[in-house]
């Protein structure tokens, strides 16, 4: 069975479905049986898909004026 580190050293591999039959299915089963790595990987791709979206929207200039405000306030 697969270590939590090999699910976390291997979840590029498995996103972007580079993994063979068995490691995949190596993969799953530690998935399956493992919370914390099933958040994980989650986690992971929620993080790659905002990124992506976020490439395709420009940021509004009052959110960019919103963020600087608040930079000021804190300094």
């Known amino acids: 069975m697969l ?3 090999d699910i976390e050293s291997k979840s590029s ?3 972007d479905n580079d993994l063979n ?3 995949k299915m190596k993969y799953k ?3 399956f049986m493992c919370v914390d790595c099933r ?7 929620l993080t ?5 979206n976020s490439l395709n929207q420009p940021t509004p200039k009052e959110k ?3 963020v600087m405000d608040r930079i000021k306030e804190i300094n």
């Open 48 to 52: 790659i898909y905002t990124y992506k």
């Open 3 to 5: 270590t939590c580190r």
């Open 21 to 23: 039959i068995w490691q």
């Open 13 to 15: 591999d498995y996103i």
């Open 29 to 31: 089963f530690h998935l």
């Open 39 to 45: 958040r994980f990987i989650k986690h992971l791709k």
């Open 64 to 66: 960019i004026d919103q």
